[in-house]
């Protein structure tokens, strides 16, 4: 058997879109409309992620997500209304490893379960990689340098803490309150605005033009996200 997603979607017309959009790169895909056979699939199937969308008629889907978690660490991806960054905040802090924002094109997709597939490969191998590079930038996280353009770059500890969680979960969405407990270890919303402060300071060592970032990507209302490529 090939590699079985699950798209869990009320919507007809989008369920055989993402389903459609999966096909055409060879992935196999099974279907469920509601969070009753959602969960009964996710419970008997090998399935490789799951597509959840966030407004099903039976179950909230972050109740969902919560449920799957505690037994399974299989990637989902949530899909959402586009004036819906609360429950998308709240779907990621509760195990969703990212989200798409109706209405999405196949490229977007694509993306998103490319990256997804990535981490969860890299979480099953023995040895993460220990140099990281995404376009001009270079983290080698043995040595604990990083370059730009092959120049040396300093950061703080703490700058240096921040800037290697972003890029080991590199593609994937990081919301604030996961920034915050990795590297603060704890979590406040009104820690929010200094983690902002913090993030402008990494963006001047890195970025070219900090208005405009290349590599640490503003997710609005949400959190960061680290450039794929
Ligand atoms: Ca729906």
């Known amino acids: 058997m090939g590699i079985l997603f699950l798209i869990v979607e009320d919507d007809r017309k989008i ?3 993402i389903n459609f959009s999966l096909r055409s790169q060879e992935y ?11 969960m009964r699939l996710i419970t008997t ?4 992620a799951i597509i959840l969308d966030l407004g099903l008629p039976d179950m909230d889907g972050v109740e969902l997500i919560k449920q799957v978690r505690e037994f399974s660490d299989i990637p989902i991806v949530v899909v959402s209304a586009r004036d819906q960054d609360n429950e998308k905040v709240e779907a990621l802090d509760a195990g969703a490893d990212d989200y798409l924002t109706k209405p999405f094109s196949i490229k977007e997709l694509l993306a998103r379960i490319r990256v997804v597939l990535r981490h969860s490969n890299d979480n099953k191998k023995e040895d993460a990689p220990v140099v990281y590079r995404v376009a001009d930038l270079e983290v080698d996280l043995e040595k ?5 353009e092959g120049k040396d770059i300093h950061f703080t500890p703490m700058e240096y803490n921040v800037l290697t969680l972003l890029i ?5 969405v990081l919301t604030h309150k996961y920034i915050l407990k990795e590297v603060w270890g704890t979590y406040l919303d009104s820690e929010i605005q200094s983690m902002r402060v913090f993030m402008a300071s990494i963006r001047r060592k ?9 590599y640490i990507l503003t ?3 949400i959190g960061y996200r680290f450039a794929d490529e």
């Open 168 to 172: 080991k979960n590199s593609g994937k």
């Open 206 to 214: 890195l970025e070219k033009n900090p208005a405009k970032p290349r």
């Open 45 to 48: 199937q090998n399935l490789v």
């Open 15 to 17: 369920r055989k879109f």
């Open 28 to 38: 196999d895909c099974i279907e469920a409309a509601t969070g009753k056979e959602a």
């Open 144 to 148: 604990h340098k990083v370059t730009l």
């Open 219 to 221: 997710e609005v209302g």
